[in-house]
């Protein structure tokens, strides 16, 4: 596939258009087919004001997921979700957001790296994250990734070198994904103070925008990530809801929280 073909909202133009409009970026996370209705969250995090929707494939040996991902994924799995159902449903689940697929190198490399990239374009997917692939073994994902129009988003943690952190930079596209801390994902009563100090070290190497991940729970949490980085990314703090019964418009209501914040505080 090439980039003529890809469907979907682009990653990068979009999200770059609204930072520089002074927009924070509000990027809400859902588990594929963790629910029969999983799609219906994609349309209610749009609805409420999400710049972006990340979608994690459900696998099953994660390496950077905390509990709480952890057990939708397996919840996704004892449904019996596969990589391509998930793709499926997006394929009949369009929205006016671009969308992100977080998956493990595993199920990229099992499907092929051109036919994966290739299957997410045709879903609708213009965005992958991949952070178990180190930037030394990229090149061949990179190639595939920008044949079908869909951005490689790259992962940067507080502990890499400077030189590190330049590459990192250098090579994302849509925006760059920055850790608060070096841990697994999930909730957390307040973020590292050192947080805000990483994205502002990113963002004088990045002219993408770069977006604090990792621990974003309440509305008071993406106010202070969102005041050194360009936006945030919302997992667990949301999976926690969907697992307790949150409906979609439930859901919804808690990204619509965390859209008011960023624009009281930002707007």
Same mark, same amino acid.
């Given at each position: 596939m090439?980039? $003529? $073909?890809?469907?979907?909202?682009?990653?990068?133009?979009?999200?770059?258009?609204? %930072?520089?409009?002074? %927009?924070?970026l509000?990027?809400?996370?859902?588990?594929?087919?963790?629910?029969?209705?999983?799609?219906?969250?994609? %349309?209610a995090y749009a609805d409420a004001g999400a710049d972006a929707v990340e979608i994690g494939l459900p696998f099953s040996e994660p390496m950077i997921d905390g509990p709480t991902v952890q057990e939708a994924s397996e919840r996704a799995l004892h449904r019996g979700v596969t990589v391509r159902g998930v793709l499926a449903d997006l394929c009949a689940a369009r929205v006016d957001v671009p969308l992100i697929v977080m998956t493990y190198y595993h199920l990229v490399a099992r499907e092929g790296h051109a036919e994966f990239c290739a299957a997410l374009a045709e879903a609708g997917v213009r965005g992958l994250i991949v952070p178990d692939l180190p930037l030394e073994e990229?090149?061949?994902l990179e190639q595939a990734t920008a044949a079908a129009d869909v951005d490689l988003i790259l992962v940067a943690a507080p502990s890499g070198a400077p030189s590190r952190l330049r590459e990192i930079a250098a090579r994302s596209r849509g925006f760059v994904y920055a850790m608060t801390a070096m841990v697994t994902t999930g909730e957390r009563a307040e973020l590292p103070a050192s947080a805000a100090e990483f994205?502002? %070290?990113?963002?004088?190497?990045?002219d993408l925008p770069v977006l604090l991940g990792f621990g974003i729970s309440t509305p008071e949490h993406a106010v202070a990530g969102a005041r050194a980085a360009d936006g945030v990314v919302v997992a667990s703090a949301l999976m926690r809801g969907l697992l307790d019964g949150a409906t979609p418009a439930e859901s919804g209501a808690q990204v619509r929280a965390l859209r008011a914040a960023l624009d009281e505080v930002y707007g």
């Open positions: 090439n980039a $003529t $073909t890809a469907t979907g909202v682009a990653v990068g133009p979009r999200l770059r258009e609204r %930072r520089d409009a002074g %927009r924070k509000l990027v809400p996370y859902v588990t594929g087919g963790v629910s029969a209705d999983w799609t219906d969250y994609l %349309r990229l090149a061949e994205a502002a %070290r990113l963002k004088a190497h990045a």
